[in-house]
């Protein structure tokens, strides 16, 4: 584990969490898309992952890093091992530990755990977990802090009982969640994201109830449903997606598109390979 600086409590900046690739990373599940894993290239995707960092990196943003395990083939994927609350109104921040729903990555989380153990006392969060015969993934959450809302995907890697456990867990803060059925992709953010301000993003062929969400946008391709908040008024996305950026920039944010097109091969997207932590005194806002 390494770190690029020391932070403190006060004044925190935004952090992104990262795990290197594993160098077996084809090796990994896919499950809801045609299997391209024959056409995958390892220095192409190491390079792409290095943009996609940058775009963080040159917005300030302070990073952690867990190693990369060879053992591990989808562990780059850190998202699925952890989950970021950070109620509004306040300056608690809690990391919720997953149990992801396949076996093979089961494994991922004992890397995580030592590394966010040891940065627990720099940071100042909670750290809860999600235990068996409960399962969740982090690629299922989406959050709506604005409104104290958790939609949570089930049926896929995420059950029941990791989702009572999460009601359980997130209660004393206020938050509601519920449960959004999921079979059309691997996970909810496979499916929806949101803006900055709250809007939904989807792809209908992806989402087998829309109407569980109060409002959204149709986005006219299915690498376009994930973004990842930057700032208040930027975004990054998939470079596979431009008549989904050409729209998100006309709703007056700025739009870094990034190739993640191995990622993709490997049922990936933005959100996955990275989990983000925002500061805690800014105003009431979405954070997906």
Known sequence: MTTRKV????????????????????????????????????????????????????????DFVIEADKNLPDSVFVEDTMVVFEP?????????????????????????????????????????????????????????????????????????????????????Y??????????????????????????????RDLIDDVTVFPSYIEVPEKHGVAVVEVDDHTVVMSANAPKTADMIRARAYKVITVDISEFERLEGCVTCLSVRFRRTDRPETFKP
């Not at 909670?126 to 235990?131: H, N, Q």
């Not at 938050?175 to 989807?202: E, I």
């Open 88 to 172: 509004p109104g306040s300056e608690e921040v809690l990391v919720v530990l997953t149990n992801p729903g396949a076996a093979e990555r089961k494994k991922e989380i004992e890397g995580v755990r030592d590394m966010m153990t040891r940065v627990q006392d720099i940071r100042g969060f909670a750290l809860r977990s999600i235990k068996a015969p409960g399962t969740l993934d982090g690629g299922d959450i989406l959050k709506d802090p604005h409104n104290r809302v958790v939609y949570c995907g089930i049926g896929g890697r995420t059950n029941a009982e990791g989702i009572q456990q999460l009601r359980d867990i997130l209660r004393p």
């Open 174 to 203: 206020g938050y509601v969640v519920k449960a959004v059925p999921m079979t059309k992709a691997l996970h909810l953010k496979s499916a929806a994201t949101a803006l900055p301000d709250g809007t939904v993003l989807l792809h």
């Open 7 to 62: 932070l403190g409590r006060q004044d925190q900046p935004k952090i992104i969490v990262y795990r290197e690739p594993s160098p077996k990373l084809k090796d990994g599940l896919v499950t809801h898309i045609a299997d391209e894993r024959g056409q995958y290239d390892h220095e192409r995707a190491l390079s792409q992952w290095r943009a996609y960092l940058d775009v963080f990196f040159k917005h300030g943003w302070e």
